[in-house]
Nanobody, 129 residues
Framework: QAQLVESGGGLVQAGGSLRLSCAASGRIFSNYDMGWFRQAPGKEREFVASIQRSGGSTYYTDSVKGRFAISRDNTENTMYLQMNSLKPEDTALYYC??????????????????????WGQGTQVTVSL
């Protein structure tokens, strides 16, 4: 049973930056593709970014391209999401998730939440004007 714990959320002004972390335990972290998702009040959960097991390939939703950067450190069992140029529409509860080896057939399939087996509890990001 893998456990994922997010941290790093908070309140920031528009144009500011935050760095989210996702600490994993209980399984071999490097065996899992990882992703970030978010859910704003009254909206469905949406994909933000993903990274393959080795960290070699990443994938982003269009609205965060050029502003967010996903990375991972397999030696520290931790994944990160660097968020720059934040906008009020980025306000949401951000979740990290882990998908086992082979669940994602293609890089873009890593945006499908059903391939992820383990989820964290979320960290709140609020961007004010």
């Amino acid at each position: 049973q893998a456990q994922l714990v997010e941290s790093g959320g908070g309140l920031v002004q528009a144009g500011g930056s935050l760095r989210l972390s996702c600490a994993a335990s209980g399984r071999i972290f490097s065996n899992y593709d990882m992703g970030w998702f978010r859910q704003a009040p009254g909206k469905e959960r949406e994909f933000v970014a993903s990274i393959q097991r080795s960290g070699g390939s990443t994938y982003y939703t269009d609205s965060v391209k050029g502003r967010f950067a996903i990375s991972r450190d397999n030696t520290e069992n931790t994944m990160y999401l660097q968020m720059n140029s934040l906008k009020p529409e980025d306000t949401a509860l951000y979740y990290c998730a882990a998908a086992p080896r082979g669940a994602a057939r293609t890089i873009d399939s890593m945006s499908y939440d059903h391939i992820y087996t383990y989820w964290g509890q979320g960290t709140q990001v609020t961007v004010s004007l």
